[in-house]
């Protein structure tokens, strides 16, 4: 893929965790020590196999972009936590992104332009109508509540992981509340932001698509400008 058509892309990568302890030590071997003391701090066997093989996937992904081995990428962090790839080590102007629900990871690459993700597992035993009302805007709780009440548990899912997506892309975290900006609610629908207290011009600013996921999960990537598109792809060992 040239340059040109990079930067007119954004790649999202959804990886099925893999707990097979000859899988795990295998990424292992990519990782930092700062990220292996990370994984041992971890309580259980399968959180610490998560965490591995999600860490070492996205080195691989990001080695193709960045032009060097998954074991030299280099990350530097913000203070609320995102990390970033160093310009020294090929991270100039790559941006990415990376969320985890369950049993799957997805991952978000983008060239120029910030880039942010979100999955989560749709729980139909969750009781988010106190959710909703504390952290949703009016807007989108009046459309959640319009919506056939088969249909509201997933609205509700499709809601956070659209709004979770954009706060990580902006990359302010909880500087800008949830309830400031509205997203488009149904599941079965684009996803779109449809209002933003701060700055209207910010619904143009940013894109936002749903991801293809396996049932009984939804999620989103938003990216910066209406000039790209999103190519999916489905990660499998190297």
């Not at 989103?220 to 598109?229: E, L, R, T």
Request: hydrophobic share 35%; proline share 6%; net charge negative.
């Amino acid at each position: 893929m040239s340059n040109e058509q990079r930067h007119l892309t954004v790649d999202v990568w959804l990886l099925g965790l893999d707990r097979d302890p000859e899988f795990v030590e295998r990424y292992r071997g990519v990782l930092s020590p700062d990220e292996l003391e990370r994984a041992s701090r971890l309580r259980s066997f399968n959180l610490r196999a998560d965490f591995i093989y999600t860490r070492g996937a996205l080195r691989h992904i990001l080695s193709d972009h960045a032009g060097v081995a998954p074991s030299e990428i280099r990350f530097t962090y913000e203070d609320r936590g995102k990390p970033h790839l160093i310009t020294s080590h090929g991270g100039d102007g790559i941006g990415f992104n990376v969320s985890h629900s369950r049993d799957i990871s997805v991952f978000a690459i983008a060239h120029g332009r910030p880039v942010g993700i979100d999955v989560e597992q749709i729980r139909n035993d969750y009781d988010h109508d106190p959710i909703a009302e504390r952290w949703f805007s009016s807007r989108e709780n009046e459309l959640l509540g319009q919506l056939p009440e088969k249909d509201q548990t997933a609205g509700f899912f499709a809601v956070w992981s659209r709004k979770e997506a954009l706060v990580k892309a902006l990359g302010t975290g909880i500087s800008h509340r949830l309830s400031s900006f509205s997203v488009s609610v149904s599941p079965t629908q684009p996803a779109a932001i449809l209002e933003t207290a701060w700055d209207p011009s910010q619904i143009d600013a940013w894109s936002i698509h749903d991801i293809p996921l396996p049932q009984g999960y939804s999620g989103a990537v938003v990216a910066a400008g209406q000039d790209w598109s999103p190519v999916f792809r489905a990660w499998s060992h190297p």
